[in-house]
């Protein structure tokens, strides 16, 4: 992570922020925010509620805009950009939300395919080849013709995994993608993942508040408070020896 604010060579670097502040009225959720992201590194998000984190992933999905700053994905300008060129940056992004936010009319399959037909222009029979192997990799290669109020909850994530995979993202954002499971299905999703991210070269970086997932999966860690990375290493440094004072009040608090 880099936590200077003058422009750097930004070749090795898949995502990068400059200065980025973002406001919702008199509420400041990033306060002139610096970091980067190096191409197939696992990076997570980690810190209170409230502190920016998934903020900075609707971002990169423009779902958002900040008011300051620069955001480049791959070297291009995501923020500022014009919209072809933010559509063109937008297309390297992958993600999977809290809900799954699945077609309910469609199976597994279709849900699957949709976007790389319409968007990518792929033909129809290679999305199905490819949307029948990512169902194999998430483990759902039976559920190919279940819709969604078929499956379970974590299925369904699983589902939207695979979904995002299909658009052959060189990033896949990850927002807290098991808060909204029961319990006991929370494991199979986060295994998925583990799968994902020890088998591919896909570049992660993922908001959870799954402290164990975060410590398994990820190359570094951002600790986030108030808008601000206030501390940044590797799993074992942040874990194990934060030098932060408030990120071991976070850390004592959810492990």
């Given at each position: ?17 400059e ?49 300051e ?7 291009n ?21 809290q ?37 194999e990799?998430?483990g ?38 098991t808060s ?18 020890r ?13 164990n997932?975060a410590?398994?999966?990820?190359d ?5 408070d ?30």
């Amino acid at each position: 992570m880099s936590a200077d604010t003058t422009p750097t060579d930004t070749t090795s670097e898949l995502i990068r922020f400059e200065n980025v502040t973002k406001r919702f009225g008199d509420n400041t959720v990033l306060d002139n925010l610096c970091f980067s992201v190096k191409p197939g590194k696992h990076v997570t998000l980690i810190g209170p509620s409230g502190s920016g984190k998934t903020t900075i992933l609707r971002l990169l999905m423009t779902l958002a805009t900040p008011d300051e700053g620069t955001i480049r994905v791959n070297g291009n300008r995501l923020f500022p950009a014009a919209e072809k060129e933010r559509r063109e940056a937008r297309k390297q992004i992958g993600m999977v939300f809290q809900q799954f936010n699945l077609f309910p009319n469609m199976t597994a399959l279709r849900n699957i395919t949709e976007a790389p037909v319409r968007v990518l222009g792929m033909s129809k029979d290679e999305a199905e080849v490819r949307a029948k192997e990512l169902l194999e990799l998430v483990g759902l290669g039976d559920r190919c013709d279940a819709k969604p109020g078929q499956l379970s909850g974590g299925q369904q994530q699983r589902v939207a995994i695979a979904r995002a995979l299909a658009m052959r993202p060189q990033v896949l954002l990850l927002d807290e993608v098991t808060s909204a499971l029961d319990p006991e299905l929370v494991a199979g999703v986060l295994d998925v993942l583990r799968d994902i991210a020890r088998s591919t070269d896909i570049t992660m970086l993922c908001v959870t508040h799954e402290m164990n997932f975060a410590r398994d999966i990820s190359d570094e860690v951002l600790m986030f408070d108030a808008g601000r990375v206030i501390e940044s290493g590797s799993p074992e440094k942040i874990f194990s020896e934060p030098e932060q004072e408030r990120t071991r009040e976070f850390l004592g608090a959810v492990l």
